[in-house]
């Protein structure tokens, strides 16, 4: 089992940055492919970014150039580095770590709001 622990969202002006993080407790980030997923109220989950085994980088379009993620091996912990926050980044967001179908474990979900 592996414990998918989020950092706390919070509230960012419309321009603002906020980061993110996640730590894999009971797991390694250094052999899981890492997500961060957001759901906005009324929508489907959908990727945000993720970062592979291999340690390669993929991005929603939405976010491209505007978010980093990234992997620290020694804190054991992925993170989401926003930019440019808009009115549409408004959503929970949630980390998942993926190993396999069998061990596939997501986070409690952390909310961003951007707003002025």
């Known amino acids: 089992q592996v414990q998918v622990v989020e950092s706390r969202g919070g509230l960012v002006q419309p321009g603002g940055s906020l980061r993110l993080s996640c730590e894999a407790r009971?797991?390694?980030?250094?052999?899981?492919?890492m997500g961060w997923y957001r759901q906005a109220p009324g929508k489907q989950r959908d990727l945000v970014a993720q970062?592979?085994?291999?340690?390669?980088?993929n991005y929603a379009d939405s976010v491209l150039g505007r978010f980093t993620i990234s992997r620290d091996r020694a804190e054991n912990s992925v993170y989401l580095q926003m930019n440019s926050l808009n009115l549409e980044d408004t959503a929970v967001y949630y980390c998942?770590?993926?190993?396999?179908?069998?061990?596939?474990?997501w986070g409690q979900g952390t909310q961003v709001t951007v707003s002025s």
């Open positions: 009971g797991g390694s980030v250094g052999v899981a492919a």
């Open positions: 970062i592979t085994r291999d340690g390669i980088a």
């Open positions: 998942n770590y993926f190993f396999s179908s069998r061990y596939n474990f």
